[in-house]
Nanobody, 118 residues
């Protein structure tokens, strides 16, 4: 059973927008905190938009003000709205889940490519 499944990636020009979706299995969505990570070629994976235990969002400085994380509980889906995309945002994007009260993300989606290029 697929636990986390990302969708919505693709290619976009600089300044454009994309919205990523992550559909989670029922148990993961209900009992785990979800977040978005990315990994660019030659760079370490970084957390860019995550949900704290109280549901509040945290953003990396690199995406603050441009990206928004949100959820639709009715369909167990996590979103990442990405605006004002830049070439530096080109990366593989991952949805991940961690247990409440912990810091380790133990469940990962397969990842989806986002390419920002003119």
């Amino acid at each position: 059973q697929v636990q986390l499944a990302e969708s919505g990636g693709g290619s976009v020009q600089p300044g454009g927008s994309l919205r990523l979706s992550c559909t989670a299995a029922r148990d993961l969505y209900s009992y785990f905190c979800l977040g978005w990570f990315r990994q660019a070629p030659g760079k370490e994976r970084e957390g860019i938009a995550t949900l704290n235990d109280n549901g509040s969002p945290s953003y990396a400085d690199s995406v603050q003000g441009r990206f928004t994380i949100s959820k639709d509980n009715a369909i167990r889906t996590l979103y990442l709205q990405m605006n004002s995309l830049q070439s530096e945002d080109t990366a593989m994007y991952y949805c991940a889940a961690r247990r409440y009260g912990t810091q380790d993300y133990n469940y990962w989606g397969q990842g989806i490519q986002v390419t920002v290029s003119s």
